[in-house]
């Protein structure tokens, strides 16, 4: 489709896609979402701690402290599940600028390898997503002390594997960037 408008350029070389915004916020959500993660499992012990010392009658422990252990892991869950969202959409942008860039530098081909390694975040966290949900899914309003450290362990594992993730990632998305040779 042609344009009448005498403003625009006609047979302008293609700009590459700017790549600090997105590689800068990409680099921040993953680790943001590594530090979530270890946060959600922490709290996960911590509320199973606070369960046993119920259950035993630790003089100090009342059911206020018990429902505050609970929020509070529920409140790191959230939260952890929202930097997840927010570090796939950021890693969207980045794949889809590099991608872009690759095609206008000719290396399409070549820095594939990049795009695929960082995608393998998403696998790792769309498991994690289906495994918190799932698990909170099958706890009951008051889940019983092995459900608890069942679900704290699990917590721990899933914080493991996203934080080596997140390594893997920051390191990838750190390196030096598809370079497009400037038009002449």
Do not use: C, K
């Not at 350029?9 to 700017?18: C, H, M, N, W, Y």
């Amino acid at each position: 489709m042609a344009s009448s408008d005498r403003t625009l350029p006609t047979g302008a070389a293609a700009r590459p896609a700017p790549l600090l915004g997105p590689t800068t916020a990409s680099t921040v959500l993953v680790g943001a979402t590594a530090v979530a993660a270890l946060l959600d499992a922490w709290t996960a012990w911590y509320h199973h701690g606070v369960a046993v010392e119920y259950g035993a009658g630790t003089p100090g422990v009342w059911v206020s402290d018990l429902t505050s252990a609970a929020s509070t892991s529920r409140t790191a869950g959230t939260l952890y599940l929202i930097s997840l969202v927010a570090t796939a959409v950021a890693l969207l942008v980045w794949v889809a600028r590099t991608r872009a860039n690759a095609r206008l530098a000719g290396q399409y081909e070549g820095s594939g390898y990049r795009v695929l390694a960082v995608a393998g975040w998403f696998p790792v966290s769309l498991a994690t997503v289906v495994v918190t949900l799932g698990t909170a899914a099958l706890l009951g309003a008051e889940p019983t002390l092995d459900e608890l450290a069942r679900l704290a362990t699990l917590d721990s594992a899933v914080a493991v594997v996203q934080v080596v993730t997140a390594v893997a990632v920051i390191v990838l998305l750190r390196r030096r960037p598809v370079v497009v040779p400037a038009p002449r």
